[in-house]
Nanobody, 116 residues
Framework: QVQLVESGGGLVQPGGSLRLSCAAS????????MGWYRQAPGKQRELVAA???????NYADSVKGRFTISRDNAKNTVYLHMNSLKPEDTAVYYC??????????WGQGTQVTVSS
């Protein structure tokens, strides 16, 4: 059974940092593109950052220079390092695995709240 389990969300003050983690089933992780998405109340889910199996990355313009996505293939885990957080970063953050055969899997989401 494929599983994606996110962790690391929480409440942080503006300007603070958080690190999100997403642990994936070994069966899908190695060759999958892994992505972090977010959905704020009343808004559509949007791509935040993605990393291919080869390590290529892309970021939403709104997070460039503040967020870093990385993956540890030995641990089947993808990370999202978030710095200089802003109130507009508040959302539920989801991990997504996109496999080479075109299937996708989503985690359950983790809440990030940026507020003073």
């Amino acid at each position: 059974q494929v599983q994606l389990v996110e962790s690391g969300g929480g409440l942080v003050q503006p300007g603070g940092s958080l690190r999100l983690s997403c642990a994936a089933s070994r069966s899908i992780f190695r060759l999958s593109t892994m992505g972090w998405y977010r959905q704020a109340p009343g808004k559509q889910r949007e791509l935040v950052a993605a990393i291919t199996s080869g390590g290529s990355t892309n970021y939403a313009d709104s997070v460039k220079g503040r967020f870093t996505i990385s993956r540890d293939n030995a641990k089947n885990t993808v990370y999202l390092h978030m710095n200089s957080l802003k109130p507009e970063d508040t959302a539920v953050y989801y991990c997504k695995a996109s496999t080479l055969i075109g299937t996708s899997y989503w985690g359950q989401g983790t809440q990030v709240t940026v507020s003073s």
